[in-house]
Protein backbone atom coordinates (compact mmCIF):
# COMPACT_ATOMS: atom_id res chain seq x y z
CA UNK A 1 0.00 0.00 0.00
CA UNK A 2 2.76 2.23 1.30
CA UNK A 3 4.34 1.36 -2.43
CA UNK A 4 1.60 1.94 -4.18
CA UNK A 5 1.78 6.01 -2.58
CA UNK A 6 5.09 6.70 -3.09
CA UNK A 7 4.39 5.80 -6.75
CA UNK A 8 1.40 7.83 -6.92
CA UNK A 9 3.18 10.59 -5.79
CA UNK A 10 6.07 10.76 -7.81
CA UNK A 11 3.46 10.37 -10.92
CA UNK A 12 1.89 13.71 -9.68
CA UNK A 13 5.31 15.15 -9.09
CA UNK A 14 5.93 14.45 -12.71
CA UNK A 15 2.94 15.81 -14.32
CA UNK A 16 3.45 18.78 -12.32
CA UNK A 17 6.78 19.54 -13.70
CA UNK A 18 5.40 18.60 -17.30
CA UNK A 19 2.52 21.53 -16.53
CA UNK A 20 5.51 23.95 -15.13
CA UNK A 21 7.22 23.35 -18.61
CA UNK A 22 4.29 23.66 -20.57
CA UNK A 23 3.60 26.92 -18.43
CA UNK A 24 6.44 28.33 -19.83
CA UNK A 25 6.45 27.47 -23.14
CA UNK A 26 2.09 29.52 -23.52
CA UNK A 27 4.10 32.88 -21.06
CA UNK A 28 6.49 32.64 -23.99
CA UNK A 29 4.66 32.11 -26.83
CA UNK A 30 2.91 35.78 -25.84
CA UNK A 31 6.22 37.67 -26.67
CA UNK A 32 8.24 35.13 -29.30
CA UNK A 33 6.49 33.72 -32.53
CA UNK A 34 7.84 30.44 -33.50
CA UNK A 35 10.60 30.28 -31.04
CA UNK A 36 9.72 27.09 -29.41
CA UNK A 37 13.14 25.35 -29.51
CA UNK A 38 14.59 28.16 -28.22
CA UNK A 39 12.72 27.97 -25.11
CA UNK A 40 12.89 23.97 -25.00
CA UNK A 41 16.38 24.39 -25.16
CA UNK A 42 16.69 27.18 -22.22
CA UNK A 43 14.20 25.43 -19.98
CA UNK A 44 16.31 22.15 -20.93
CA UNK A 45 19.78 24.26 -19.86
CA UNK A 46 18.09 25.24 -16.60
CA UNK A 47 16.91 21.66 -15.40
CA UNK A 48 19.91 20.60 -16.85
CA UNK A 49 22.50 22.81 -15.13
CA UNK A 50 23.90 24.19 -18.28
CA UNK A 51 24.76 26.63 -20.77
CA UNK A 52 23.50 27.47 -24.53
CA UNK A 53 25.21 28.96 -27.61
CA UNK A 54 22.66 30.57 -29.33
CA UNK A 55 23.98 31.37 -33.18
CA UNK A 56 21.45 33.16 -35.85
CA UNK A 57 21.36 36.21 -37.90
CA UNK A 58 20.29 39.54 -36.43
CA UNK A 59 17.15 40.11 -35.59
CA UNK A 60 15.74 36.56 -34.69
CA UNK A 61 14.80 37.89 -31.01
CA UNK A 62 17.76 35.90 -29.77
CA UNK A 63 18.21 38.60 -26.67
CA UNK A 64 14.31 38.45 -26.68
CA UNK A 65 13.78 35.32 -25.57
CA UNK A 66 16.83 35.26 -23.57
CA UNK A 67 15.00 38.27 -21.44
CA UNK A 68 11.86 36.63 -21.63
CA UNK A 69 12.58 33.61 -19.85
CA UNK A 70 14.52 35.15 -17.18
CA UNK A 71 11.45 37.05 -16.42
CA UNK A 72 8.99 33.54 -16.55
CA UNK A 73 11.52 31.79 -14.42
CA UNK A 74 11.89 34.95 -12.10
CA UNK A 75 15.64 35.30 -12.11
CA UNK A 76 18.25 37.46 -11.87
CA UNK A 77 19.37 38.61 -15.22
CA UNK A 78 22.33 40.29 -16.64
CA UNK A 79 23.54 41.38 -20.07
CA UNK A 80 27.11 41.76 -21.64
CA UNK A 81 28.01 43.21 -24.78
CA UNK A 82 30.97 41.74 -26.23
CA UNK A 83 33.37 43.96 -27.61
CA UNK A 84 36.91 44.06 -28.97
CA UNK A 85 38.57 46.09 -26.23
CA UNK A 86 36.43 44.44 -23.26
CA UNK A 87 38.80 43.21 -20.29
CA UNK A 88 38.51 40.31 -18.44
CA UNK A 89 37.81 42.54 -15.07
CA UNK A 90 34.73 43.63 -16.92
CA UNK A 91 33.16 40.22 -16.74
CA UNK A 92 34.23 38.61 -13.44
CA UNK A 93 35.40 41.89 -11.16
CA UNK A 94 38.46 43.32 -10.02
CA UNK A 95 40.29 44.53 -6.76
CA UNK A 96 39.75 48.39 -6.10
CA UNK A 97 41.94 50.27 -4.00
CA UNK A 98 40.61 52.15 -1.07
CA UNK A 99 42.67 55.51 -0.39
CA UNK A 100 40.39 56.18 3.13
CA UNK A 101 41.66 52.62 3.86
CA UNK A 102 44.51 51.87 2.60
CA UNK A 103 43.00 48.29 1.28
CA UNK A 104 41.64 46.57 -1.71
CA UNK A 105 38.26 45.67 -1.85
CA UNK A 106 36.15 43.20 -4.58
CA UNK A 107 33.82 45.07 -7.08
CA UNK A 108 32.17 41.88 -8.22
CA UNK A 109 31.20 42.31 -12.31
CA UNK A 110 27.96 41.59 -14.26
CA UNK A 111 29.03 37.37 -14.13
CA UNK A 112 27.18 37.43 -10.27
CA UNK A 113 23.56 37.07 -11.28
CA UNK A 114 22.18 33.88 -12.30
CA UNK A 115 21.12 34.27 -16.36
CA UNK A 116 24.28 35.99 -18.22
CA UNK A 117 23.28 37.10 -21.41
CA UNK A 118 26.98 36.90 -23.11
CA UNK A 119 26.19 38.81 -26.44
CA UNK A 120 28.18 38.44 -29.77
CA UNK A 121 30.58 36.10 -27.69
CA UNK A 122 32.77 36.27 -30.86
CA UNK A 123 33.85 39.45 -30.86
CA UNK A 124 36.13 39.76 -27.99
CA UNK A 125 39.88 37.82 -27.95
CA UNK A 126 40.37 34.59 -26.18
CA UNK A 127 41.64 36.22 -23.22
CA UNK A 128 38.08 37.76 -22.52
CA UNK A 129 36.39 34.56 -23.55
CA UNK A 130 38.09 32.69 -21.23
CA UNK A 131 37.12 35.07 -18.09
CA UNK A 132 33.53 32.94 -18.37
CA UNK A 133 35.63 29.68 -18.19
CA UNK A 134 35.92 29.15 -14.54
CA UNK A 135 32.47 30.51 -14.16
CA UNK A 136 30.37 28.18 -16.45
CA UNK A 137 33.17 25.27 -15.48
CA UNK A 138 33.25 25.92 -11.55
CA UNK A 139 30.31 28.09 -11.07
CA UNK A 140 32.60 30.55 -9.10
CA UNK A 141 35.00 33.56 -10.28
CA UNK A 142 38.43 33.98 -8.27
CA UNK A 143 39.28 37.41 -8.05
CA UNK A 144 42.77 38.24 -6.48
CA UNK A 145 43.23 35.79 -4.19
CA UNK A 146 39.58 35.15 -3.05
CA UNK A 147 36.89 32.57 -5.02
CA UNK A 148 33.58 33.83 -5.18
CA UNK A 149 30.53 31.59 -5.21
CA UNK A 150 28.34 32.59 -7.98
CA UNK A 151 24.44 33.15 -7.01
CA UNK A 152 22.44 29.28 -7.98
CA UNK A 153 21.39 28.59 -10.50
CA UNK A 154 23.97 30.38 -12.91
CA UNK A 155 23.30 30.22 -16.63
CA UNK A 156 25.00 31.26 -19.54
CA UNK A 157 23.67 31.79 -22.56
CA UNK A 158 25.53 33.08 -25.53
CA UNK A 159 24.95 34.48 -28.59
CA UNK A 160 26.81 34.90 -31.98
CA UNK A 161 26.45 35.79 -35.69
CA UNK A 162 27.51 32.88 -37.60
CA UNK A 163 27.45 35.48 -41.37
CA UNK A 164 30.14 38.70 -39.94
CA UNK A 165 33.48 37.39 -39.81
CA UNK A 166 35.34 41.02 -39.69
CA UNK A 167 36.42 41.44 -36.05
CA UNK A 168 35.56 38.30 -34.26
CA UNK A 169 37.27 35.52 -32.88
CA UNK A 170 36.62 31.69 -33.15
CA UNK A 171 35.68 30.35 -29.81
CA UNK A 172 38.15 27.83 -28.34
CA UNK A 173 37.18 24.48 -28.20
CA UNK A 174 37.37 23.94 -24.49
CA UNK A 175 35.21 27.09 -24.38
CA UNK A 176 32.79 25.08 -27.16
CA UNK A 177 32.54 21.86 -24.75
CA UNK A 178 31.39 23.97 -21.64
CA UNK A 179 28.22 24.57 -23.08
CA UNK A 180 25.64 21.90 -22.85
CA UNK A 181 23.88 22.84 -26.24
CA UNK A 182 23.84 25.12 -29.46
CA UNK A 183 20.79 26.13 -30.80
CA UNK A 184 20.78 27.84 -34.27
CA UNK A 185 17.88 30.15 -34.60
CA UNK A 186 16.36 30.08 -38.21
CA UNK A 187 14.32 32.07 -39.85
CA UNK A 188 10.67 32.52 -39.45
CA UNK A 189 7.93 31.26 -41.45
CA UNK A 190 6.06 33.29 -43.60
CA UNK A 191 3.07 33.10 -41.41
CA UNK A 192 4.93 34.00 -38.23
CA UNK A 193 7.19 36.49 -39.97
CA UNK A 194 3.40 38.16 -40.49
CA UNK A 195 2.59 37.63 -36.94
CA UNK A 196 5.73 39.36 -35.64
CA UNK A 197 5.73 42.45 -38.68
CA UNK A 198 2.15 43.45 -37.20
CA UNK A 199 3.37 43.72 -33.54
CA UNK A 200 5.49 46.51 -35.07
CA UNK A 201 8.43 45.52 -32.55
CA UNK A 202 6.32 45.97 -29.30
CA UNK A 203 6.59 41.91 -28.11
CA UNK A 204 8.82 42.96 -25.01
CA UNK A 205 5.87 45.28 -24.53
CA UNK A 206 3.79 42.32 -23.51
CA UNK A 207 3.72 41.52 -19.70
CA UNK A 208 4.37 37.61 -19.11
CA UNK A 209 3.50 35.68 -15.65
CA UNK A 210 6.16 34.20 -13.55
CA UNK A 211 6.18 30.47 -13.56
CA UNK A 212 8.96 29.07 -12.12
CA UNK A 213 10.94 29.64 -8.76
CA UNK A 214 13.57 28.31 -6.67
CA UNK A 215 11.34 25.86 -5.04
CA UNK A 216 10.25 24.47 -7.87
CA UNK A 217 13.18 24.81 -9.64
CA UNK A 218 14.85 22.67 -7.33
CA UNK A 219 11.77 20.19 -7.39
CA UNK A 220 12.12 19.79 -11.20
CA UNK A 221 16.05 19.08 -10.81
CA UNK A 222 15.45 16.39 -8.14
CA UNK A 223 12.84 15.12 -10.54
CA UNK A 224 15.43 14.64 -12.89
CA UNK A 225 17.90 12.44 -10.52
CA UNK A 226 14.86 9.84 -10.43
CA UNK A 227 14.27 9.55 -14.05
CA UNK A 228 15.58 5.68 -15.05
CA UNK A 229 17.90 5.04 -18.21
CA UNK A 230 18.46 1.81 -19.11
CA UNK A 231 22.01 0.56 -19.53
CA UNK A 232 21.02 -0.32 -23.42
CA UNK A 233 20.14 3.51 -23.35
CA UNK A 234 23.31 4.33 -22.32
CA UNK A 235 25.48 2.09 -24.54
CA UNK A 236 23.20 3.87 -27.07
CA UNK A 237 24.40 7.23 -26.07
CA UNK A 238 28.25 5.55 -25.93
CA UNK A 239 27.93 4.20 -29.44
CA UNK A 240 26.32 7.66 -31.13
CA UNK A 241 29.68 9.39 -29.47
CA UNK A 242 31.91 6.60 -30.16
CA UNK A 243 30.61 7.21 -33.99
CA UNK A 244 32.00 10.67 -33.86
CA UNK A 245 35.65 10.18 -33.47
CA UNK A 246 37.94 9.72 -36.07
CA UNK A 247 38.65 6.57 -37.86
CA UNK A 248 42.55 6.03 -36.85
CA UNK A 249 41.18 6.37 -33.34
CA UNK A 250 38.12 4.58 -32.93
CA UNK A 251 40.44 1.53 -34.88
CA UNK A 252 43.00 2.21 -32.00
CA UNK A 253 40.28 1.20 -29.19
CA UNK A 254 38.57 -1.50 -31.46
CA UNK A 255 35.22 0.91 -31.70
CA UNK A 256 35.32 1.02 -35.34
CA UNK A 257 31.76 -0.74 -35.63
CA UNK A 258 30.24 -2.73 -38.99
CA UNK A 259 27.51 -0.50 -39.44
CA UNK A 260 29.67 2.74 -40.28
CA UNK A 261 32.20 0.53 -42.68
CA UNK A 262 28.58 -0.98 -44.40
CA UNK A 263 26.96 2.58 -44.49
CA UNK A 264 29.80 4.32 -45.37
CA UNK A 265 32.47 5.75 -42.43
CA UNK A 266 31.34 9.53 -41.71
CA UNK A 267 34.72 9.83 -39.45
CA UNK A 268 36.55 11.26 -42.51
CA UNK A 269 34.55 14.07 -42.46
CA UNK A 270 35.51 14.66 -38.72
CA UNK A 271 38.99 15.72 -37.39
CA UNK A 272 38.17 15.92 -34.05
CA UNK A 273 34.83 14.26 -32.01
CA UNK A 274 32.89 14.77 -29.46
CA UNK A 275 34.50 14.46 -26.00
CA UNK A 276 33.35 12.31 -22.42
CA UNK A 277 31.87 15.10 -21.38
CA UNK A 278 29.20 15.00 -24.53
CA UNK A 279 27.75 11.60 -23.49
CA UNK A 280 26.97 12.98 -20.10
CA UNK A 281 25.26 16.27 -21.57
CA UNK A 282 23.23 14.03 -23.76
CA UNK A 283 22.15 11.48 -21.01
CA UNK A 284 20.88 14.90 -19.01
CA UNK A 285 19.84 16.14 -21.95
CA UNK A 286 17.67 12.80 -22.70
CA UNK A 287 16.09 12.65 -19.16
CA UNK A 288 14.99 16.55 -19.59
CA UNK A 289 12.64 15.64 -22.76
CA UNK A 290 11.85 12.87 -20.70
CA UNK A 291 10.22 15.10 -18.12
CA UNK A 292 9.19 17.44 -21.25
CA UNK A 293 6.83 14.01 -21.52
CA UNK A 294 6.10 13.26 -17.92
CA UNK A 295 7.72 10.15 -17.98
CA UNK A 296 10.16 9.19 -15.47
CA UNK A 297 12.51 6.91 -17.79
CA UNK A 298 14.11 7.60 -21.13
CA UNK A 299 13.41 6.51 -24.31
CA UNK A 300 15.79 6.17 -27.60
CA UNK A 301 13.43 9.08 -29.10
CA UNK A 302 15.14 11.17 -26.48
CA UNK A 303 18.60 10.69 -27.05
CA UNK A 304 17.37 11.26 -31.06
CA UNK A 305 16.17 14.64 -30.35
CA UNK A 306 18.58 15.89 -27.77
CA UNK A 307 21.76 14.78 -30.22
CA UNK A 308 21.84 17.41 -32.96
CA UNK A 309 22.00 20.13 -30.14
CA UNK A 310 24.34 18.46 -28.01
CA UNK A 311 26.77 17.52 -30.87
CA UNK A 312 26.77 20.02 -33.50
CA UNK A 313 29.35 22.56 -31.95
CA UNK A 314 31.30 19.72 -30.49
CA UNK A 315 32.04 18.37 -33.79
CA UNK A 316 35.72 19.84 -35.19
CA UNK A 317 34.59 19.57 -39.42
CA UNK A 318 37.44 18.11 -41.68
CA UNK A 319 38.56 19.69 -45.50
CA UNK A 320 36.87 16.92 -46.83
CA UNK A 321 33.67 18.12 -45.26
CA UNK A 322 33.75 21.68 -46.39
CA UNK A 323 34.69 20.49 -49.89
CA UNK A 324 31.33 18.44 -49.97
CA UNK A 325 29.48 20.44 -48.82
CA UNK A 326 28.76 18.19 -45.10
CA UNK A 327 27.95 20.66 -42.13
CA UNK A 328 27.31 18.82 -38.71
CA UNK A 329 23.89 18.77 -38.30
CA UNK A 330 24.47 16.08 -41.14
CA UNK A 331 26.87 14.02 -39.74
CA UNK A 332 24.75 13.90 -36.26
CA UNK A 333 22.08 13.08 -38.68
CA UNK A 334 23.95 9.97 -40.65
CA UNK A 335 25.15 8.98 -36.99
CA UNK A 336 21.78 8.55 -35.48
CA UNK A 337 20.91 6.38 -38.56
CA UNK A 338 23.69 3.92 -38.38
CA UNK A 339 23.97 3.77 -34.76
CA UNK A 340 21.40 0.38 -34.03
CA UNK A 341 18.73 1.45 -32.02
CA UNK A 342 18.40 -0.43 -28.46
Known amino acids: MEKNNIMAADSEAFAECKKLIEDCRKEAAKRLVGQT ?110 TWELPKPFLVLATQNPIEQEGTYNLPEAEL ?35 FDAKKLETCRALLEQVTCDDKIIEYIVAIIAETRPAQEKRSQGRLSVAAVKKGDVAKYITYGASPRAGIALLQCAKVRALFAGRSFVLPEDVQTAAPDVLRHRLVLSYEAAADGITADDLVARIISIVPVP
Open 37 to 146: HVIDGIITALLADGHILLEGVPGLAKTLAVKTFAEIAALDFKRIQFTPDLLPADISGTLIYEQTTGHFSVRKGPVFTNIVLADEINRSPAKVQSALLEAMAEKQVTIGEE
Open 177 to 211: DRFLLKLVVGYPSAQEEAQIVKSAGHAADIPVNKV
